[in-house]
């Protein structure tokens, strides 16, 4: 039976002394986990690794050891895609933003997190973007014949309004430190993209033994079944299931729904330490029969 977390570990709030501490300790020496339970010895481990994943979101430190590696990923594709016009979910402070804006005119990035908003709009200024317009909730900035809009928000609002404005996307790119599957059939559903860039995080769940979070994402597995006993290589096989059912029930017509075809994947950082980037060809979804069977009978 699962339990609730806070049932049996009280919410015991963070001292701005003891954030300081463990900011510097992840900046200089990284994560450890024993010379930070010494450090820390009245927190949980749980405690501990949920203060350092907001803290590196907080200071764009997440990621950081892997950054050029999924630089050099998007670049890659980038350049044969070609894409006009892309769709940045979950933008953050803009490291992935500016390599796509050096292959593409359009780019609408989102994120909800209050925090990102400055340093992104820094970051692209940075690089010769200006204040152009303001529409909805959207920040416009350009440089040349290029533009750059920003939403302070909500990913599936950015997404309804993007859709409302018949706006034609090229490339969706879903790339945070979780999971993203639970939205992706309404995602792919508003957007239509031509190709899906995905960061899976879930391994920081099956690491941290989040059997209820991999439950809860992995929806075409029976939920009985514990998630806790597969391995590296057999999650990296059910979270491409999870991508091509969340194609194919993007609608409740076989006909107006899609099919993802993999393309490449790059692992960004060790596995099972790491993080999983895959970019998929999104197209019309053949026979029901034609799909399921791909995925039945799907081989590595």
């Not at 200006?130 to 928000?153: Q, V």
């Amino acid at each position: 039976m699962f339990e609730r977390r806070r049932a049996y570990n009280p919410k015991k709030a963070w001292s701005k002394n003891e954030e300081e501490k463990l900011l510097n300790h992840l900046k200089s020496k990284g994560f450890n986990s024993k010379i930070l339970q010494k450090m820390f010895p009245d927190r949980t481990m749980a405690s501990i690794r949920s203060k350092t994943r907001k803290l590196r979101i907080k200071h764009d430190i997440f990621g950081e050891s892997y950054r050029e590696t999924k630089k050099d990923f998007t670049k890659k594709h980038a350049e044969i895609i070609k894409p006009e016009s892309v769709f940045e979910a979950y933008c953050g402070t803009g490291h992935q933003t500016i390599i796509w804006e050096k292959y593409c005119n359009n780019i609408f990035a989102s994120d909800k997190d209050k925090n990102k908003r400055t340093p992104f709009i820094n970051a692209i200024k940075r690089i010769g973007y200006i204040e152009s317009s303001t529409y909805s909730d959207w920040l416009g900035y350009k440089k040349e014949k290029k533009n750059i809009c920003f939403y302070n928000g909500d990913v599936l609002n950015a997404a309804i309004e993007i859709k409302q404005d018949n706006i034609k996307i090229d490339v969706l790119d879903l790339d945070t430190c979780g999971s993203t599957l639970p939205i992706l059939p309404m995602l792919i559903n508003l957007i239509k993209p031509k190709f899906l860039f995905i960061t899976h995080g879930e391994f920081h769940s099956m690491r941290f033994k989040r059997d209820d979070v991999l439950r809860r994402v992995l929806f075409h597995r029976d939920i009985n079944d514990t998630c806790l006993d597969l391995t590296v290589d057999e999650l990296s096989k059910e979270l491409d299931k999870a991508v091509k059912i969340s194609a194919l029930r993007s609608h409740n017509e076989t006909q107006d729904s899609y099919w993802a075809e993999l393309i490449d994947e790059v692992w960004l950082g060790s596995k099972f330490h790491g993080m999983l980037r895959r970019v998929y060809k999104i197209i019309k979804a053949p026979a029901t029969s034609d799909c399921l069977n791909e995925l039945l009978y799907q081989k590595f």
